[in-house]
Each structure stands twice: as structure tokens, then as C-alpha cells.
């Protein structure tokens, strides 16, 4: 997120993800990572090894590691779950549990930073029920649901506690290794990125520029943080742009990658590729970003992942699949990247979570 993942299409053409999910036991997943026909590796994929798939069938996305890097969250749509909740599991897959309360929509799960209490979003508190999805009368529209806020639990889900309750979206949150947490809020009209304490005291604005900046995260060391966004000038587009924030609406399509510090100053633009480059996350050592992009694609339906030093050079192309891969993650120690993916999918539209030992 981190990207909002209830619906994921851009417009134009571009790829769809539809985030919903079948189900299945945490023995079956067990078993599965096992004995899945998983297709190692290809030849160009040279930085990913012993690739294995951890969830199998229906939608799942945005799994990031505990600090310690014994696990994982992710959010999913599975039977019994009619959209997005938040889900534990460890690295093989194993010992599966939902965290959220069931209720309403969640996104962005996170662990905070001593890996005993949970960090996501929910529109739970405005109800119970699935948040309608958008209408696509005006074209391809992502839902910036008003009721979004963000939570923290305990490991198991008990203690939920608000921490944000300003009206509009408030999502998209992640934790830096003080514990200080950044997120993406439109309480001020645009879509912006804040950040806060632990326990949603102490709110500060990190941007303030035209456009949907979002997905931040902080660096290994907590000096830096990256987001995705696009400076939107005054004009016509600017208008629209806002015109659907208000009615709880973004059209995502062109979208770099930035960094700046932790308090928000020296802003500077890591990517100039054109296309929708989204969901950055920092390399260990503080150097490099890894992220997902189709600005490789003429027709802009295939996102693959790309790695670019933080000052812009060096740009590689880590996966090459057909379909979409996305929302990449490094374990704390480097040895590990985690993202979500089309591939080998046995239903059109299944996304699923994959692991891989990262090579040098």
C-alpha cells in the first residue's frame, strides 16, 4: 500500500486485479507450499531463488514481514469473507489466522516495530457491511472510502484501538523503527501523506503539494521515507482530480516514485518513467527500491517489479511475467523479498502471495 487493494485497474487498458479470494485451511496451505508445481525461477530472474507460493487461489496482496521476520501480514477475500481482512501467517504459509474483526473493508496490514501488535485500516466503525465499490460511469475509479481509519491490535486482533478519527480516508499506514507511523489521509482536502505516533498522537503533515501522493514507507534506519504520487498542476486536471476526492473517488494513471525525509522535507523525484510505477519499498541497506511498474508495457497491462538506486540510477528489471506482479517487501535482513502475483493462477484474476530468497 501501500496501495489500496479492494480493486486494482487502471485506466486505459491497464492491468485488473480484483482483490477477492476462495478458501482454504492453514494444513492445506501447509501441504500446498510443499508440493505446489510452483515453475522455478526463469533464466532472467536471476535475483529470485527457491520461489514459493504461500497462499493459492482467489486474491491475496500486500503481505509485509514482522520486524523480526518470522511471519507475515497480508489483507484477502476469501468464502466467508465477502472483502478484504486481515490475515497472520508464517513464512511457509502455515499457521493461518484472520486478525481483523471481520466487519467491513481492511487494508494495509503492518507489525509494529517490536512485532507484538498489528497496524491496519478498516471502515468497519461504518458498518458492517462490504463498502459498495465504485461506479464506473465516469471511467475507471478507485474508492477512497470516507469511512477508512486506522487501527492497532494486539497479535490476535483483541485491544482494537482508534487511532485516527478524522473524517475522510485515512489509510495506507505503515510503521519506522521508532515506532513513528506514516500514512496517507485526505482530511485536508488532497490526498497527502501524515504521519504520527504509535498511538495516533502527535499528527503531522509530511506533503503539501497537488496530487495523490501515498504508500509511504519509512527506511531500515527510519531517516527516510518513499511514496508513490504526481504533482497535479491547476488546470482542468487538477479540477477533476478534486472534484472526485470530494465524492470519495481517484482515477490513478501516471504515477512516480519519491523520496524525502522523515519529517517531509527534501523532496526528490526517484523516477521519471511514465506509466503507473507504485508500492516502493526500501532495500535493507538504505541504497535501493524495489517497486512495481508497467512503463515497459506499450498497452500498460503487465507490472513487473524494478529496482533503481535511490538517486534515480541503476534501473533494473527483477521479475518478467505475463500478468502482474506487485507489492514487493524485503525481510528485515535482506534475504528474502515477498510480493504478490498472477502468476501460475488457476483462475483468471487469482493473485496470490509468493517468497523468494533474493540473490545478489
Known amino acids: 500500500m501501500p496501495w489500496n487493494s479492494g480493486m486494482f485497474v487502471f485506466a486505459g487498458g491497464l492491468t485488473a486485479l480484483m482483490l477477492a479470494c476462495g478458501a482454504q485451511s492453514s494444513d492445506e496451505a501447509i501441504v500446498e507450499t510443499a508440493e505446489a508445481g510452483v515453475d522455478e525461477p526463469t533464466e532472467i530472474e536471476v535475483h529470485l531463488a527457491n520461489l514459493q507460493q504461500l497462499t493459492f487461489g482467489g486474491e491475496n496482496a500486500e503481505a509485509y514481514f514482522s520486524s523480526d521476520g518470522s ?5 484477502s477475500t476469501r468464502e466467508g469473507v465477502p ?6 501467517m508464517g513464512l511457509d ?15 494495509c496490514g503492518y507489525f509494529y516495530p517490536d512485532s507484538e501488535s498489528i497496524l491496519y485500516a478498516s471502515t468497519h466503525r461504518g458498518g458492517a457491511e462490504c463498502p459498495p465499490p465504485p461506479s464506473f460511469e465516469m471511467g475507471y475509479v478507485w474508492a477512497i472510502y470516507k469511512t477508512y481509519d486506522i487501527f492497532s491490535a494486539a497479535l490476535d486482533g483483541s485491544g482494537l484501538m482508534q487511532l485516527t478519527e478524522t473524517p475522510g480516508y485515512d489509510a495506507e499506514a505503515t510503521i519506522g523503527p521508532t515506532g513513528r507511523v506514516v500514512f496517507t489521509s485526505v482530511r485536508d482536502g488532497d490526498m497527502e501523506i501524515y504521519s504520527m505516533n504509535g498511538d495516533g498522537s502527535d499528527v503531522r503533515r509530511l506533503t503539501n503539494r497537488q496530487g495523490p501522493d501515498g504508500g509511504p514507507f519509512f527506511s531500515a534506519d527510519g531517516s527516510k521515507i518513499v511514496f508513490r504520487g504526481r504533482e497535479i498542476p491547476d488546470g482542468p486536471e487538477h479540477d477533476n482530480y478534486i472534484r472526485l476526492l470530494e465524492e470519495g473517488l481517484w482515477r490513478p494513471t501516471e504515477l512516480e516514485i519519491f523520496i524525502m525525509d522523515a519529517a517531509g522535507s527534501n523532496l526528490e523525484q526517484v523516477t521519471d518513467l511514465g506509466g503507473a510505477s507504485f508500492g516502493p ?10 517497486f512495481s ?5 506499450p498497452d500498460g497491462r503487465n507490472f513487473d ?4 538506486n535511490s538517486d534515480g540510477s541503476g534501473l533494473e528489471q527483477i521479475t518478467f511475467g505475463e500478468t502482474f506482479d506487485g507489492f514487493p517487501m524485503f525481510s528485515p535482513d535482506g534475504r528474502y523479498l515477498v510480493f504478490a502475483s498472477n502468476r501460475d493462477g488457476e483462475a483468471e484474476g487469482d493473485t496470490n502471495i509468493f517468497i523468494a530468497e533474493w540473490v545478489e
Not at 519499498?281 to 524495489?290: A, D, L, S, T, V
Open 293 to 297: 511498474s508497467n512503463w515497459h508495457n
Open 281 to 290: 519499498f526500501w532495500h535493507p541497506n538504505g541504497e535501493r527500491i524495489i
Open 71 to 75: 511471519e507475515l501480514i497480508f489483507q
Open 305 to 308: 517489479l524494478f529496482i533503481i
Open 93 to 107: 504459509g502455515s499457521d493461518l489466522r484472520m486478525v481483523s474483526t471481520g466487519d467491513g473493508r481492511t487494508t
Open 83 to 88: 472483502c478484504d481482512q486481515i490475515f497472520r
